[in-house]
């Protein structure tokens, strides 16, 4: 029999890295929260001027053009693109693209839901882009950013028509904060508070363009849109909803929490430290990956690949040979010793991705953390290898 794999000694200071909801800042703390407004209306004076701050605080460090909306807006990224989809598209073509499950929800949303006649529909597979050269900007056009069950990301807004007739559709939800996306190329934007600066769930965010407020003006689909939905009345943008006059009731706790992040992300840099925090985390875990041969990224283009939910194959031939199912219980038996190690929490591969890791690279998350995380991946792995091989022995 084989010699089991020495465990490594030095652990992560903080084990979080799952891709959402993601780690907290660091030396983050329940003492964060204690101005919170609890206990009181967010209609007050008080409530509104923190939820009007963190739309403030929001346009600065993402450098958001000063005629574009933000709003902040009930459940999360998913409400808030939800909401664009469901009271903007249908005026024109639709052309829907996604590399991933959840660019996959929204076109089951768009065709089964809105049931859109003139829509189309590409879907790439796990780790590769499609191509986004046949795109007709006379149409309206649907994607995510970045992936986050795939790892793979658009590498810039190059692709995107400066001159276009359809509005572009853009669920960032894991890319603000951590990449430069350029606000002034989409038309619709939503994020959540859960990704990148840590925040707490539930609370989404929609960035729209000049183009974006006229479409809502001007058209009204033709299927009812329940209250939550809704940013016109009488033909007119809800103009109090981009002021912080949110539609629903939000959690000040989660508000002030985000303003927390935003303002420890305008403290160390802003937008140009973020990236650099993150970029630096995918550079070293792809030191690790040209060096082990294990391993290796899911997104097979560098230049596709998400510093911030970072996806990883297992690529060797013990595992490769397994059937799929069996594969999938390798990586939970791997994140399993790991959370059980309290060295990382949650790092199994989304359930509808191919087996494999993903480990959380965004900004929140210290270079040293990840450091420290490697050696327990290659000491995981070797381990569940080792059992099974002497198991079936």
Known sequence: MSIAPSQPTTKPRNPCFSSGPCAKRPDWSLDALRDA???????????????????????????????????????????????????????????????ESFGEGWISDAVKQLKL?????????????????????????????????????????DWIADHRAGLTFCDATSAVFAMDVPFEKLDVTTWSWQKVLGGEGAHGMIVLSPRAVARLESYTPAWPLPKIFRLTKGGKLIDGIFKGETINTPSMLCVEDALDGLRWAKDIGGLDALIARSHTNLATINAWVERTSWVDFLAHNPEHRSNTSICLSIVDSWFTALPQNAQYDVTKQIASTLEKAGVAYDINGYRDAPAGLRIWGGATVETSDIEALLPWLDFAFANVKHEAQNKAA
């Open 37 to 99: 407004a609890i206990g009181r209306s967010h209609r007050s004076s008080l409530g509104k001027k923190k939820l009007h701050e963190v739309i403030t605080l929001s346009r600065e460090i993402l450098r958001i053009p000063d005629d574009y909306v933000i709003g902040i807006v009930p459940a999360s990224d998913t409400g808030a693109y939800e909401m664009a989809m469901w009271t903007m598209l249908g005026a024109r073509g639709v052309e829907m693209f996604a590399w």
């Open 117 to 157: 006649k003139d829509c189309t529909t590409t879907i790439a597979p796990y780790g590769t882009l499609p191509d986004l050269s046949t795109i007709n900007w006379d149409h309206d056009v649907c994607f995510t950013w970045n992936g986050t069950t795939s790892g793979v990301c658009v590498p810039n807004g």
